[in-house]
Structures are given as C-alpha cells and as structure tokens.
C-alpha cells in the first residue's frame, strides 16, 4: 500500500514537471518569436479565419474580396468562373493571399492587375504568378528613374518572365470583358511624376452593380477622370490611398456618388484612415467598410441585390 502510494506521488510529481516544461518551452517559442519580429502566429491565425471566410459568398454569381492584408491592397474578384486579382498586399502576406485564392478552388487567374508598382501593391504578387496560371497580366508604365529595384517587384519580374507572360499596359478608355464582367480603364490618362497616380484605375460592371477600383490614385488622376469624362458612377467604392486625404476628393465623390465603399487600411504610422476622409464619406451617407475593423470584406451580388459579409464583427 505505501509503495503505491509513494508511485502515485511520484507520477504527479513527473506530470507536473512534465506540464511545466511545456509552459516554459512554449513561453520561450513566443519570446523568440517576438523578439525577432516574426508574424508566425498571426500568419497562422489569419490563414485558419480567412479560409473558413472565403466561401461565405459561394451562393452568389459574383463576389469582390477585399482581404484584411493590413496597410496594403489585395483584391480578388471571381464572376461565373472567372477570376481578376488586383494587387497582392506585402510580401510577409503572400501565403494568405495564395491560402485565401486556394480556399475559393482558384486554379485560373484570367486578368492579374497591379495596379502600381509599391511594395504594398506588389509584395507577394510573384508567388502568384508562381503558384496559378495566369492568363493576363496588367501593370502601368513608368517613366525610367521611376522604376523600382526592391527585391518583391524584381522577383515578379523574374516570376513573369519564367512563364512567358507580358506585361500589358493599361489603355484609358478601353473597354473589354472578362467572361460576364464588363472592364473599362479609366487612369493613368498620363505618365505621372508621382507614382501613385500612376495607378490603375478600372470600373468593373456586372449587370446592373458597379465596382470602382481606384489603387492609391491621388486627386490629380481624380481631377484627370472627371475632365475626361468618363462615367465613374458605381455602387462601390475602394477609396484611394488607405483613405489617406491625398485621394478621395468631394468632386470625385460626386461623380462616383458610392453607396458602399471599402477601405484596405491596417496600423500605420501615419494613422489612416485620414478623420477628414471619413468624415466626408459621412457626409455624403456612404456606408463605410474598413479591413482593421472588419476583417476581409466580401461584396456579393447576382447583378441586382448587393449583399456585404464581414470577417468580424465591428470593433
């Protein structure tokens, strides 16, 4: 009896010891962890969530994801089998954004944008590249002193070379289609000095719901589009530049006149979204979606009703 006794004291003992190295084990993973800056953890967490998310909108013909990819733009827009992905956030992202895309059984990427040549637009676009089969690939033209050398937009250089796909220059007013989706490009009408005018600009159409994608497009594109003429009109609206107040002008609202519009937008150091910016989209009764509040933000539509789904609930 006092054997056993002393065996079962001795098993607890060993449990204890045993459940005690774990939690120091595990505290130092996390230690290192943070110490060398790593986003392990969050990068495993958003994958899990995003990839139960994604399908939220499988009932609908069409669907705009607006990924939660933090201060950064990554949009995938998939119609009736067909799929158009705009930008693809930082390169520390690259596996949530591939996660996200194989989540939604994407094996085709009929048009790739990236809508300007930032390393938050850029990022992990090359792993894109690498991973689908792209069929088109759109990008703007800059001017030689403006052409970037850090090493996400070498590596999707390299990646389109590898598989022989060319860069497409975007044409102001063209129009074409993409399976049911009509695409018009709107900007850049110039070859602009600042970079983020040089962005890509399109309107995509499906039936009777309209999208605008604007990338970090300031106010003199803006003020280009409207002298232009063109018909911004559109029930959705990703503002310009992480809602930052170079972008998004009361003129350009006016044309656009949004009921929705959606801000990519994570902690920056310069705390966007700008308040002036919000508080135009107020004024003007536009329902405001963000990414750091929502999560990813899905618009879903059968060319009638528009229906949006958030990741979380706001904060």
């Known amino acids: 009896m006092h054997n056993n006794f002393r065996s079962i004291q001795k098993k607890k003992r060993l449990l204890i010891l045993a459940i005690s190295l774990m939690i120091i084990f595990s505290a130092a993973v996390i230690a290192i962890i943070e110490a060398f800056g790593l986003q392990v953890w969050s990068g495993i967490f958003k994958t899990c969530s995003v990839g139960e998310f994604s399908g939220t909108a499988n009932d609908y013909p069409m669907s705009v994801h607006v990924l939660d990819v933090g201060k950064a733009d990554c949009i995938f827009i998939t119609c009736e ?58 990008m703007p033209r800059l001017k030689d002193d403006m052409i970037p050398t850090f090493k996400s937009y070498e590596r999707l250089l390299k990646s389109l070379d590898k598989k022989g796909i060319k860069a497409e220059e975007p044409e102001p007013g063209r129009v074409y289609y993409i399976g049911p989706m009509r695409i018009e490009v709107l900007s850049p009408l110039l ?34 589009m409207i002298a232009a003429g063109y018909d911004l009109k559109a029930d959705v609206l990703k503002v310009g530049h992480h809602g930052s107040k170079t972008s998004t002008s009361q003129a350009f609202l006016n044309k656009v006149a949004p009921t929705y519009a959606v801000i990519s937008v994570g902690e920056y150091k310069n705390k ?9 989209l107020e004024k003007n009764n536009i329902k405001v979606y963000r990414t750091d509040w929502l999560g990813t933000v899905i618009f879903a539509t059968n060319g009638e009703d528009l229906k949006v789904f958030c990741e979380k609930e706001s904060a």
């Open 191 to 224: 070859q602009y000095d600042n970079m983020n005018n040089n962005s890509v600009v399109i309107k995509i159409t499906y039936k009777n719901r309209s999208f605008l994608f604007t990338g970090d497009a300031e106010k003199k594109s803006e003020r280009d």
């Open 272 to 280: 966007l979204p700008k308040k002036e910016i919000l508080d135009r």
């Open 81 to 138: 089998g067909k799929n158009i992905l705009i930008d693809a956030g930082e390169t520390s992202i690259y596996k949530v954004v591939n996660e996200y895309m194989r989540k939604m059984k994407v094996k085709t990427i009929d048009q790739l944008i990236l809508s300007h040549q930032h390393s938050d637009h850029v990022g992990g676009m090359g792993y894109v590249v690498d991973e689908f089969d792209v069929k088109s690939f759109m």
